[in-house]
């Protein structure tokens, strides 16, 4: 067949663009160490890794989630235990004070540690986290607990609830979420509480300090026995709102480790969609190099030739 | 007379014969490079004999034609899929930058910028009152709005691209049919004495030319003169007069004889046929797409915000969307004409909502505002139902409802239990303004004042705290949620589905990537078929200096023996001379 000078110099010309072509892309590859540079390499493969890149961020924010829930719940957890222990000391000085060897200075004397008690758990019911009241239900920028004097008579004394009853949640999986923060006159309750445990005639451990000092100062025998008795049922009720908030970090524990197990599996299966095997993309471009050689050797010798050479 | 005369007279028209032939061979070595170029032959044939002595004898050779080496088959195949592989050149080149556009490993992905939205939304439910919290929401809703309008914009420039390209691709098609117009001039008055091979060369080189930008027919006439046509047609060129292509407003109209034809949807093939298919089909796809895909966005964080309440109330507000006409139904109505005008107007139902007012020290004056919306309420009504509400002053200006609180005394009112969609559809309380991805914008109201921004809601006591994350949180969960989104195809139609905000983005990310490489793939296949059809025309058509070589050194030869014969002649007559 005939074989026009144009058709060999242009045949020439297609063949190297065709093997440099190959080659860029293969040193494309290597240079990134991604298989998808462009939308068109593998469409479909570039869906899921969006897909996997979108869960990747939603499970970096679970985990924020969670390490924020986490500080809430130690700190709920430690206020807790610390008004158990106060708690507990008060039991100790109502038996204390209730024995008859007592006499009435030392009841007025010991007033003051009740009073002391009483700071302190008002103090602890207004715990905070980053600047937020934890147990104020969701209105968490203001102090939930406030003690005020009735009537301007210094005898006359109450704590006020500022917050609400919706305790403060976060979401730890889709439509699942925890609650981290409490509805803190449930806890401790107020003066204005109208929730009282039927057992035991009431719920209000600020009343009960309250009255455990004037029944102190009254070195009045009886009512001190009535706020023991108060004191058992509210330790009680601490005792299982710790629980709860262990079972809570418990629950958050073992989210954390899913979402981790998730976070391999989820970051295993993108590099495998999107990272080029190293290996693999250098033995490519090897072998395109060669290609491309091959074809500028034979080019070369094949455009020298001509009849002109031997006339 | 077949003396020693015509001996020296078939060597003379030898001699010349091989020269011409020679000449010939000149011209196709030297057109070695010339495009287009079609290789010339000398055709030599034997003279007419002539009856001498009872013999026949024969006079030389002469020069009969000179021929162009071309075959009109691979010529017609060549431009036919020359046509087609333009269109798919421009179309992959345009898709390439669309990819680009697309690029979901830049940093302006409107994927990342989703999760990073969402993802505010949850820090936000983490700690509503936070005021780092909110300045990230307001930075991110302003990222994704402007990704969107970024998007948009790029495949609006593709449109101004386009159409400077088939405006200036008209001139050219224009300059193209006027010189074929002129050389079949040339060629008929030419090829009266024979082949007009170099300016049949030229022309053809033309119609290739032609053949990039649109799809054509050519025939060839009696006179030796060219008729072209588009693919559907339209006479661009007959036999001395070429019809001109105009491009006005985004269409191209053909200059026939007797006035003017739109034949914009007729162009199939050629540059011209690819821009027009990237302009009018795939463009306006993604264009369509992330238009729903932004108005979805909108509504529904508008729709989920309008309910919510901020970190305080509100002393006034006023609407981001416009009301055409105050005296129309706000539920659209399909029975009557009348319409609000509103971009979310289907999106209103019958329902009511609730606006409570609070006084200077944050207590609920009661009852509360309920405002009910049935089918027939207006925007007008509206106001004068708020307007009757105690602390309260509504009014409409250019379209847009504004509501007050009693200014001076430090009210101030909140929305809540909005089951009307008519809050979210006025742009009262929301989030974003703008209907489409063209004009996604933040509310600049929650710019100002990021308190407003609603992570809460108020609770059916009517109070609301600042910890309160429950409209944060459904806001957050708008993630995963499926919403009804309209999908397009190349042809403009669409079919409904459900997906979520991310999972439809992705699959026109997808759509993209496939759309480009089904296109890359059919643009290669393209090529090998115009390479092997330009290789069996070069074979056929373009010199080779091999072939040359040989010729001219046959024609030397040949040459060379013509001249012996007029020497041997010369040496006859000598002789006889000399008979003496």
């Known amino acids: 067949m005939r074989v026009s000078n144009k058709a060999v110099y242009d045949t020439v010309t297609q063949n190297l663009a065709r093997t440099s072509d190959a080659m860029f892309r293969a040193n494309q590859v290597v240079s990134t160490g991604k298989k998808i540079n462009r939308l068109s390499d593998d469409p479909v493969g570039l869906v899921s890794v969006l897909g996997l890149r979108s869960s990747l961020e939603y ?40 024995s008859a060897n007592v006499g009435e200075k030392e009841r007025a004397n010991s007033a003051e540690i009740a009073e002391g008690f009483l700071q302190q758990v008002l103090s602890l019911a207004n715990t905070m986290v980053d600047g937020r009241y934890i147990f104020a239900g969701t209105n968490t920028d203001t102090a939930p607990f406030e003690l005020e004097t009735v009537n301007e008579d210094p005898d006359y004394r109450m704590v006020d609830y500022n917050g609400n009853g919706t305790e403060f949640s976060i979401e730890i999986a889709k439509d699942i979420h925890v609650g981290v923060g409490r509805d803190g006159e449930s806890i401790f309750g107020s003066d204005d509480f109208a929730w009282a445990d039927p057992n035991t005639g009431q719920n209000n ?102 009849l002109v050479d031997f006339i | 007379m077949a003396g020693i005369g015509l001996v020296l007279n078939t060597a003379k028209d030898g001699l010349l014969t091989q020269q011409y032939a020679m000449n010939v061979v000149g011209h196709n070595i030297a057109n070695v490079s010339t495009d287009g170029f079609s290789k010339q032959t000398a055709v030599i044939g034997a003279r007419t004999p002539c009856p001498y002595g009872g013999f026949i004898f024969g006079r030389g050779a ?129 090829e009266i004495t024979g082949n007009a091979n170099d300016l049949r060369d030229r022309r053809d080189t033309l119609i290739r030319s032609l053949s990039e930008y649109l799809d054509v027919n050519v025939f060839e006439e009696g006179e030796g003169h060219l008729t072209v046509t588009t693919g559907r047609g339209y006479t661009l060129v007959s036999k001395t007069d070429s019809y001109d292509l105009s491009f006005e407003s985004g269409r191209v109209r053909w200059q026939g004889s007797s006035g003017s034809v739109d034949i914009t949807d007729t162009i199939k093939g ?100 309920e405002i009910t919306i049935d089918e027939t309420t207006t925007l007008n009504d509206l106001v004068s139902t708020i307007d009757t509400e105690a602390h309260l002053t509504a009014s409409v200006s250019d379209g847009k409802l504004t509501l007050t609180a009693d200014s001076g005394s430090g009210y101030t009112f909140a929305f809540s239990d909005d089951t009307s969609g008519v809050l979210a559809a006025l742009g009262i309380n929301t989030f974003f303004k703008g209907a489409d991805a063209q004009d996604i914008t933040m509310n600049d109201a929650l710019v100002k004042d990021r308190d407003l921004i609603a992570a809460g809601r108020v609770y059916d006591d009517g109070l609301f705290y600042a910890g309160d994350n429950s409209n944060a949180r459904s ?106």
């Open chain 2, 62 to 190: 002469e020069l009969q034609e000179i021929k162009r080496e071309m075959d009109t088959f691979v010529e017609t195949s060549l431009r036919n899929s020359t046509s087609g592989y333009s269109s798919l050149t421009e179309k992959e080149i345009y898709l390439s930058v669309l990819e680009g556009v697309f690029n979901e490993n830049s940093g302006r992905s409107i994927n990342s910028q989703f999760d990073a939205f969402w993802n505010a939304w949850h820090d936000l439910s983490n700690n509503p009152s936070g005021s780092a919290e909110r300045a990230v929401l307001i930075e991110s809703g302003a990222l994704l709005s402007q990704s969107f309008q970024d998007i948009q914009n790029d495949l609006d420039r593709f449109d101004l691209e386009l159409n400077l390209s088939m405006d200036a691709g008209a001139q050219q098609i224009n300059q193209i049919t006027s010189q074929i117009a002129g050389l079949n001039k040339q060629i008929i008055s030419m």
């Open chain 1, 205 to 306: 451990i600020f009343k009960t300090l309250i009255d455990l000092k004037t029944a102190l100062e009254n070195n009045d025998v009886p009512s001190i026995q009535t706020t023991m008795g108060e004191l058992d049922s509210q330790m009680d009720r601490i005792r299982g709102l710790i629980a709860d908030t262990g079972s809570k970090l418990n629950r958050l524990d073992l989210k954390a480790n899913i979402i981790q197990d998730l976070r391999l599996t989820y970051t295993d299966r993108k590099s495998e969609l999107e990272d080029a095997d190293i290996t693999e993309a250098m033995m490519d471009l090897a072998a395109k190099e060669l290609a491309y050689q091959a074809a500028l050797n034979s080019s070369a010798k094949m455009m020298q030739m001509s």
């Open chain 2, 270 to 369: 050629g540059k011209m046929g690819g821009w027009l298919e990237v302009r009018d089909e795939i463009i306006p796809k993604y264009k369509d797409e992330l238009h729903e895909l932004a108005g979805a966005v909108i509504w529904e964080v508008n729709n989920i915000h309008s309910r919510g309440v901020g970190l305080k109330g509100m002393s006034s507000v006023t609407g981001t969307y416009a009301v055409s006409d105050t005296n129309a139904a706000l539920v659209e109505n399909d029975t009557t004409e009348e319409t609000s005008g509103l971009a979310f107007r289907d999106r209103i139902s019958e329902g009511e909502f609730k606006i409570r007012v609070y006084n200077s020290s944050g207590e609920l004056v009661e009852p509360p505002a």
């Open chain 1, 59 to 98: 499970i970096g924010q679970l985990e924020r989630n969670i390490t924020m829930g986490n500080s809430w719940l130690n700190m709920g957890e430690t206020a807790l235990t610390k008004v158990e222990d106060i708690l507990s000391q008060a039991k100790a000085l109502t038996i204390q004070m209730s």
């Open chain 2, 475 to 580: 806001l957050a969960a708008l993630k995963d949620e499926k919403v009804t989104l309209n999908r397009y195809t190349y042809d403009g139609d669409s079919t409904s589905g459900e997906d979520t905000f991310q999972g439809y983005y992705t699959y026109l990310v997808g759509s993209v990537g496939i759309k480009s490489a089904s296109v890359r793939r059919e643009q290669e296949y393209a090529e090998v078929v115009v390479n092997q059809l330009t290789e069996k025309r070069d074979n056929t058509s373009a010199v080779s200096l091999d072939e040359e070589m040989t010729n001219l050194i046959k024609y030397q030869h040949a040459y060379a023996a013509a001249a012996k014969l007029v020497s041997t002649a010369d040496e006859m007559l000598q002789t006889l001379l000399a008979t003496r």
